[in-house]
């Protein structure tokens, strides 16, 4: 979800994993990559296809406001020309049970990530597989107005 993140949220995440590895990092600077990364969103000629589940939009990682600033983006990005948001919700019928993340660029490589690493794959049977796993969890997936009624649910959740 990093390229949908807010600053806020982002710094977050980054403290967390500083925390966690023990090692000092420079978290703004960080931050700062991060969203200037983000303007490939607003570029013609790339789309992105992301499919997140509806327990990251409920874990709390940073307190409330930040949370519910990170889901209005989540929001606003539905509908943009670049992006194509997919939320599977608790409810949804799975083929997989939940695993790590990953991103899948076109068919050439895979960055998956573990609590130590990234794992770069660009070997096609690898990258056929997480090929497979992505359409499995995007079947699953809810998008568009559906979505936005996932992510609303989780706005709320935050106020209770």
């Known amino acids: ?12 995440v980054f403290e967390a994993y500083a925390d966690l590895h ?3 990092r420079d978290i703004e600077e960080a931050v700062s990559v991060r969203v200037r990364r983000q303007e490939l969103l607003y570029r013609g000629g790339k789309r992105f296809h992301v499919v997140l589940w509806e327990a990251a939009l409920r874990a709390r990682l940073c307190p409330p406001t930040v949370m519910a600033a990170q889901l209005d983006r ?12 997919g939320i599977v919700p608790f409810e949804a019928a799975l083929n997989l049970p939940p695993a790590n993340g ?13 609590w130590h690493a990234e794992i770069w794959l660009d070997d096609p049977a690898s990258v056929a597989l997480y090929r497979r796993v992505w359409e499995s969890l995007n079947r699953a997936a809810v998008h568009g107005p559906a979505a936005q009624r996932v992510i609303a649910r989780c706005r709320q959740a935050l106020d209770t």
Do not use: C, K, N
């Open 1 to 12: 979800m990093g390229m949908l993140q807010t600053a806020d949220y982002a710094r977050h």
């Open 22 to 24: 023990r090692s000092p």
């Open 74 to 85: 989540l929001s606003g990005v539905i509908g943009l020309d670049t992006v194509i948001l």
């Open 102 to 114: 990953f991103w899948l660029y076109d068919e050439r490589l895979v960055i998956a990530e573990d």
